[in-house]
């Protein structure tokens, strides 16, 4: 019930693209979706959030979606750049409210020229 | 602010050495988190404390593994003694204990255990 699962585990898709990554969760006790980019060598950084009130946020380029009664969220990156190529990874925030979170198991994206 | 700081930023021990991680959280952050990442098992909480005081260790393979945060400004994450399969990314990472999760992860030490 702990779990985060996120697919699909790997993307590739051209420039300008829309690259969906989705995630879902059975812990109707979750309260705070985030998800996290990370670029080889790094550590992962908070790129947008969002919690089970909201069906949709969008920052930039960036979009989440989130399904409350299915229990499920996604991240769409509109007019995808080579710049975009990282790890993403979706995460829950784990009962009761704590600061942890519980990670899916990373998309790796590639946006090709 | 100079964000999450680890040290070393690499390290290559030999099987059986004791591996001393280190971390330095951003200053006025409350919770810090230990993780672990590799290619098979993504990214693995092994542990966190809020105001310097363990939480929830659940995360921690063995015995073998142990952390510690003497201070507000300081933990460590060791491993005693070391091998091959430890060989992975170590990330720690800090955030407010109040209001919103995010967490700012440093730049992680790769370990490589032989």
């Known amino acids: 019930q702990q779990q985060v699962k996120q697919s699909p585990q790997s993307l590739i898709v051209q420039k300008g693209g829309i690259p969906i990554i989705n995630c879902a969760y059975e812990?109707?006790?979750?309260?705070?979706f985030p998800w996290y980019q990370q670029f080889p060598g790094k550590g992962p950084a908070l790129l947008i959030a969002?919690?089970?009130?909201?069906s949709e946020k969008k920052e930039g380029r960036f979009t989440i979606s989130f399904n409350k009664s299915a229990k499920q969220f996604s991240l769409h990156i509109m007019d995808s750049q080579p710049g975009d190529s990282a790890t993403y990874f979706c995460?829950?925030?784990?009962?009761?409210?704590?600061?942890?979170?519980?990670f899916g198991q990373g998309t790796t994206l590639q946006v090709k020229p | 602010d100079a964000g999450v700081i680890q040290s070393p930023r690499h390290e290559v021990t030999e099987m059986g050495q004791e591996v001393t991680l280190r971390c330095k959280p951003i200053?006025?952050?409350?919770?810090l988190f230990w993780y672990r990442q590799t290619m098979m098992r993504g990214l693995e909480l092994l542990i966190y404390?809020?105001?310097?005081?363990?939480?929830?260790d659940s995360g921690m393979p063995e015995d073998r593994f142990s952390a510690k945060m003497p201070n507000a400004s300081f933990s460590t994450l060791k491993i005693q003694p070391s091998e091959p399969r430890d060989s992975a990314v170590y990330f720690c990472?800090?955030?407010?204990?109040?209001?919103?999760?995010?967490?700012?992860f440093g730049p992680g030490t790769r370990l490589t255990v032989l």
């Open positions: 200053s006025g952050h409350n919770s």
């Open positions: 404390f809020n105001n310097n005081v363990p939480i929830d």
């Open positions: 990472a800090s955030s407010p204990l109040s209001g919103v999760s995010e967490q700012f």
């Open positions: 995460a829950a925030r784990a009962p009761p409210v704590s600061g942890k979170l519980i």
């Open positions: 969002i919690r089970p009130d909201v």
């Open positions: 812990n109707t006790a979750f309260d705070y």
